[in-house]
């Protein structure tokens, strides 16, 4: 297991790769969280939360923040 800190902007960015499980805490702000193979548009439909939220494969976890905002997430990654 590996735990990292991860700062969203408001542009997406992958999480996690679709092959591994993960435990995601939004440690401040809030987070869009959407299921993509490659690069999501900025408007794609996306979750929205806070807090914590596991994810497993096939997930590919693409995240950002709101608009002009940030977040920062914990990520424990916990196999593959």
Partial sequence: MATVEIELTDEYQP???????????????????????????????????SGFINVNPPVRACMRTNRGGKARLIVTYTGS
């Avoid at 995601?24 to 794609?44: F, H, R």
Wanted: with cysteine; glycine share 8%.
């Fill in 15 to 49: 999480v996690t790769d679709g092959k591994q499980s993960a435990l995601i805490q939004v440690m401040t702000g809030i987070a869009y969280l959407c299921d993509s193979s490659g690069q999501p548009e900025s408007d794609a439909p996306a979750h929205i939360f």
